[in-house]
């Protein structure tokens, strides 16, 4: 019998139209692949069988109305079994951030992002885990344990959207709804061989998001290769009256047709290849360079100056959003409530005992850059560097239509392998920040493996609002290379 499950996110949507499938035997196919695989993956902390059959018997009802009578093509995501990050509010479903201080909260509302994906016909199998708040690079830091990267079960998934990654890669779910704050699509997308995109700021609602870092967090995807991604941007994609920050610039109908980059230009940033970097890394994607190359593109060194700076200033400007988006868990408004005699023992009590290590650090750097006497010398110098960065994306594309780098220096690491060594987690981010502080889009996809058969991942960057050159250089890529087929022996 064939795997439902192996099947891509296009082939799967060909195969509902034409009647061989139905939603229903596509939902059941990877709900029972989940109650296989996820003890050993925890790749979800909530499933939502009962809401995902209805919505697949109201696709296959849909999908049936429409072989009959004809009409408007349907979207692509009717009748495909997706999951979401654990950040994106789902009504009536449990939404916990991967933090205990919202253990028990069930959201009113739908985010945006998720309601769009549901009009459009998608089936939501459940909510994936995240580092606590999408506070992390390897989605440790989640209350609810670890995700183990489906490659290696020992090794982490990248976070903090690692739920979401690990779930695609172990073929639990055709795309899944990742958050990007500073990596935590890309990341994961690398070190699990799948294929992600980072928007751009403003290009999908933030809408029931819950908020980490408000100026640079985005809502993101992540599939097996960009052409199954491109129905799900698709689909969130474009203005929404509920986010004040989202686009009202129209969303470009993108056909991926094409594989001649004739004419397209590419940089490589010659900051982005640093020492220390893992030389079968810097290999891959100096290779997947010469791929481009050979597809047409002109490519050529760059330079963006600020990039040492991006760590440190995101590393002010986001905590010190956080601590402003989290002072609403105060034991009052939302979560559980530990009782104490004063209110104000209550409130140091319930936040001391059910947000995490990591979370306490940022909350605490965050508040330390915004206290009176050091706002101007830390958060204010942080924003006028991070105006410098956005300055050397804007210079660099003056030049160039793609930026071509690394997504991670390493390969995925072991569970634990940074638990105590905050810094070194951090750096693992060092390549992907900066396109967040600059508010750019970008796509991360697989390149090939090192010697321990873990993914490696390249990522192109392009200007803001520029995701339709992104979709088209990377299946370009994917047109000629097979690493995005390749998949975990689970």
């Not at 994607?285 to 597809?295: C, D, N, T, Y």
């Not at 209550?346 to 006497?373: C, D, H, N, P, W």
């Not at 996809?445 to 803001?464: E, K």
Request: net charge negative; aromatic share 8%; glycine share 8%.
């Amino acid at each position: 019998m064939t795997d439902l499950t192996a099947l891509s996110l296009i082939e799967a949507a060909t195969a509902l139209r034409t009647g061989d499938l139905s939603s229903t035997e596509l939902t059941k196919a990877c709900l029972d692949r989940i109650h296989a695989l996820d003890s050993r993956i925890h790749a979800f902390l909530a499933l939502t069988p009962d809401l995902a059959l209805k919505q697949s018997e109201a696709a296959d009802q849909r999908l049936a109305q429409w072989r009959r009578e004809g009409g408007d093509p349907l979207p692509l995501t009717v009748g495909i079994p997706i999951a979401v990050k654990d950040v994106l509010c789902l009504e009536d479903i449990p939404t916990t951030c991967g933090s205990r201080i919202l253990e028990g909260f069930l959201p009113p509302y739908t985010a945006t992002s998720v309601e769009r994906l549901i009009r459009a016909g998608a089936v939501v199998l459940g909510k994936t885990n995240t580092d606590e708040f999408a506070m992390g690079s390897s989605t440790e830091n989640s209350a609810f344990g670890p995700t183990h990267n489906p490659w290696d079960l020992s090794r982490v998934p990248g976070g903090s959207s690692g739920g979401s990654a690990a779930a695609v890669a172990s073929h639990m779910c055709y795309a899944a709804l990742g958050t990007d704050t500073g990596g935590s699509v890309r990341q994961p997308a690398s070190f699990c061989n799948a294929t992600g995109i980072k928007t751009s700021y403003g290009r999908v609602s933030r809408y029931g998001l819950i908020a980490y870092g408000s100026s640079l967090d985005t809502v993101g995807a992540l599939a097996r290769s960009s052409a199954d991604l491109l129905p799900i941007f698709t689909a969130i994609a474009g203005h929404d009256p509920l986010d004040s920050t989202a686009m009202t610039d129209p969303v470009p109908k993108i056909i991926l047709d094409d594989t001649d980059l004739r004419g397209l230009r590419i940089g490589v940033p010659r900051e982005y290849f640093i020492e220390g970097m893992q030389p079968e890394v810097e290999a891959a994607i100096k290779e997947a360079v010469r791929v481009f190359e050979s597809l047409g593109a002109k490519t050529r060194d760059i330079s963006l100056p600020h990039t040492d700076l991006a760590l440190p200033v995101y590393y002010i400007i986001a905590p010190a959003e956080a601590s402003a988006n989290l002072a609403r868990y105060d034991a009052v408004r939302y979560g559980p409530r530990l009782e104490s005699i004063k209110l104000s023992e209550q409130y140091f009590t319930t936040r001391g005992a059910l947000f995490g290590q990591e979370v306490k650090r940022r909350i605490m750097l965050g508040t330390y850059a915004l206290s009176s006497g050091y706002y101007d010398a830390y958060y204010g110098q942080a924003q006028k560097v991070r105006t410098l960065i956005k300055g050397d994306f804007q210079a660099a594309f003056e030049e160039v239509d793609l930026i071509a780098c690394p997504v991670a220096p390493t390969t995925a690491f072991r569970i634990g392998e940074h638990g105590d060594d905050p810094l070194s987690m951090y750096l693992e981010d060092v390549f992907t920040l900066p396109a967040n502080l600059a508010g750019v889009p970008g796509i991360a996809f697989p390149v090939g493996f090192d010697s321990n058969r873990l993914p490696i991942g390249m990522q192109l960057n392009a200007p803001h609002l520029g995701e339709e050159a992104l979709f088209g250089a990377a299946h370009a890529y994917q047109g000629i290379t097979s690493w995005h087929k390749e998949h975990p022996l689970l």
